[in-house]
């Protein structure tokens, strides 16, 4: 097993680790974020068609640093809070397979 190198790496990682519909509902979730939350929407065209990588890589491009932390909030919405154990400053954290 390795470790994640990037944050990029291991946001990949946890979206091949959702299942098909809870990539959907992730995916609605950064459609319907609330701008107020100081997060903005990713428009609704390249989300419907991102598979895990093209994700990955939207998130980083419209939230950069606090892409991880997007990600958290909307990981513990849909309820895999199992996956939200490996972030940093958690107390249990997963290694992952290279994929």
Same mark, same amino acid.
């Given at each position: 097993?390795?470790?994640?190198?990037?944050?990029?790496?291991?946001?990949?990682?946890? *979206? #091949?680790?959702?299942?098909?519909?809870? %990539?959907?509902?992730? &995916?609605?979730? $950064? @459609?319907?974020?609330?701008?107020?939350?100081?997060?903005?929407?990713?428009?609704?065209?390249?989300?419907?068609?991102?598979?895990?990588?093209?994700?990955?890589?939207?998130? *980083? #491009?419209?939230?950069?640093?606090?892409? %991880?932390?997007?990600? &958290?909030?909307? $990981? @513990?919405?849909?309820?895999?809070?199992?996956?939200?154990?490996?972030?940093?400053?958690?107390?249990?954290?997963?290694?992952?397979?290279?994929?």
């Amino acid at each position: 097993m390795a470790t994640i190198t990037s944050d990029k790496e291991m946001l990949l990682n946890l *979206m #091949k680790d959702l299942k098909q519909e809870e %990539l959907k509902g992730f &995916k609605w979730f $950064l @459609k319907i974020r609330d701008v107020s939350s100081g997060f903005p929407q990713i428009p609704v065209g390249p989300l419907d068609d991102a598979d895990a990588s093209d994700l990955v890589d939207l998130m *980083m #491009k419209t939230y950069s640093h606090s892409a %991880l932390q997007v990600t &958290k909030d909307i $990981l @513990k919405k849909i309820n895999r809070n199992d996956l939200v154990e490996i972030f940093p400053g958690t107390s249990c954290k997963r290694k992952y397979k290279n994929y």
